[in-house]
């Protein structure tokens, strides 16, 4: 059976939904989601960043390098230690993973919003703080990445006298002499 992030990816923009069951009531979402950079996971109008789910063991920075891409911090800011419980489940939903509510918690380290294969539970981890490079054999992170920013061009442009002298191998100190009369 496929997962939800390959037939997202396979046919382009479309509708997810998926029932959670919670304590005395069922809840039903649909998020419209689209692939994004490459192999990851848009949720459109919902949450900013770019998701892809992590193998076991995996920090955020390594998802993130083994795409070409970069950490985003929304990992942080929108499913971990300073977003919300729904956001991270609903991530972890339209990432194919969600078996169940996850109750908010303390963790071993910054995961986050993840999932332990161990025990089969969905997890959000408030405390310690979410970090990039965070990692547990038995955790699937959750994690927001995006393009690498490139390294500025250097151009011939706005180059100053003070530039050119660090270019040219040492600093310098320049002095201006004023004639006297």
Known sequence: MMTRRHIGWALGTILVGFTMALPGKAVAE???????????????????????LGDPGQSCTEVCTSKGLAYDDNTRTVAGSDGTMDACMTLQGVLGVLTGGCQPGVCTDGFGCSYNTATKSPLYCTSPPTTADAANGDIERVCACMQRTPAPALSH?????????????????????????
Request: charged share 20%; hydrophobic share 45%.
């Open 157 to 181: 442009t706005g180059v100053t006298l003070a530039s050119l002298l660090l270019l040219g191998g040492g600093v310098w100190l320049v002095r201006r002499r004023e004639r006297r009369s």
């Open 30 to 52: 649909v998020y419209a989601i689209e692939p994004c950079l490459d192999t990851g996971t848009r949720v459109i109008g919902a949450f900013p960043g770019c998701w892809f």
